[in-house]
Nanobody, 130 residues
Framework: VQLVESGGGMVQPGGSLRLSCAAS????????MCWVRQAPGKRPEWVSA????????YYTDSVKGRFTISRDNAKNALYLQMNSLRPEDTASYYC????????????????????????RGQGTQVTVSS
């Protein structure tokens, strides 16, 4: 099982980046997937998650209207389009595979569970700075 992220970099505030995640070693279309991020000295944070068929989509409040998650099951790929980037978006971004009812909880509950997953990539750095 492997997840490999790409597309990170340094961008000015207001800029855009598109992250990609290449999945291999498992049946990608059978799993909910997510993006999480972690800034230095901070806990991991949910960014966005998506259901197996792309229909159930979650965004943390701070990225709503700016980020778009998508997936291409035919290519075993997960994406995160990030627009209107802010300095507070600076972090390492990780693609991860979800298990159980995590996505359902994110979508339908007021409770936001701690970041948890069973497989994660090595991450890609996003730095937003002028």
């Amino acid at each position: 099982v492997q997840l490999v992220e790409s597309g990170g970099g340094m961008v000015q505030p207001g800029g855009s980046l598109r992250l990609s995640c290449a999945a291999s070693g498992f049946t990608f279309e059978s799993y909910d997937m997510c993006w999480v991020r972690q800034a230095p000295g901070k806990r991991p944070e949910w960014v966005s998650a998506i259901g197996t068929d792309g229909q159930g989509v979650y965004y943390t409040d701070s990225v709503k209207g700016r980020f778009t998650i998508s997936r291409d099951n035919a290519k075993n790929a997960l994406y995160l389009q990030m627009n209107s980037l802010r300095p507070e978006d600076t972090a390492s971004y990780y693609c991860a595979r979800l298990r159980g009812d995590i996505l359902r909880t994110l979508l339908y509950s007021d409770y936001v569970p701690p970041v948890t997953y069973d497989v994660r990539g090595q991450g890609t750095q996003v730095t937003v700075s002028s």
